[in-house]
């Protein structure tokens, strides 16, 4: 009787708070449950799809090998769709397209290698560790659109120069100025030249782009 009033005492003063406790354990329950139905959804939802990916690959494989096997026939029969000055004109346009890309990639991988000697040469005299395979990294960022350089360079003399290597960011900018004034004086020469443009008109078309 005695343990009884004690317990009841204390669950009268608020010791024990019993309905909080259940409140408690039935929203860890609610949340646990939701988690699973979560779980549950996404599994049946990747089940679902399997099929659908199956059918899809199995399709391509198979519409792949019959429009090999009769690739010439199928060529044919289009070509015999469209008339022939529209072929000839289309086999020119794809000619001289293939033509001219692959000049631009001769022009592109030129400027990437004369970026790649100018970064190499300035990180060897910065005395940088991996300095050739910091500088392929760099070039090839180069050589992709819209990055160039100065997406690594810049910040990287920013850096420098906020955690107190002065000189690390003197170099790096310098090393940026460089570059920019190199490309910006044999980029539009090579890629005229390999394109065919005159370097005044593939200058502006340069300026024009960025």
Request: net charge positive; proline share 3%; charged share 15%.
């Amino acid at each position: 009787y005695g343990n009884i009033t004690r317990y009841l005492g204390r669950f009268s003063n608020g010791e024990l708070d019993l309905v909080g406790s259940l409140s408690d354990l039935l929203s860890k329950i609610t949340s646990a449950s939701v988690d699973m139905s979560s779980v549950f959804g996404t599994v049946k939802n990747v089940a679902f799809s399997i099929p659908t990916i199956l059918i899809f690959i199995i399709a391509l494989f198979v519409g792949t090998y019959y429009f090999a096997s009769d690739y010439v026939r199928i060529r044919e029969f289009i070509l015999a769709q469209v008339p022939e000055k529209i072929q000839e004109s289309a086999g020119r346009l794809i000619h001289h397209l293939f033509k001219t890309l692959g000049n631009w990639c001769k022009a592109v991988s030129i400027m990437m290698l004369i970026t790649f000697v100018e970064l190499l040469i300035g990180f060897l005299l910065m005395r940088l560790d991996y300095a050739a395979v910091l500088a392929v990294a760099i070039a090839i960022l180069d050589a992709l659109p819209v990055f160039g350089v100065g997406t690594i360079l810049i910040p990287w003399s920013l850096y420098s120069l906020l955690t107190g290597a002065y000189m690390r960011a003197l170099y790096l900018a310098l090393l940026y100025v460089i570059i920019v004034i190199v490309r910006n004086s044999l980029e539009p020469k090579i890629l005229g030249t390999r394109i065919g443009l005159n370097p005044l008109l593939m200058l502006i078309c340069l300026y024009l782009g960025y």
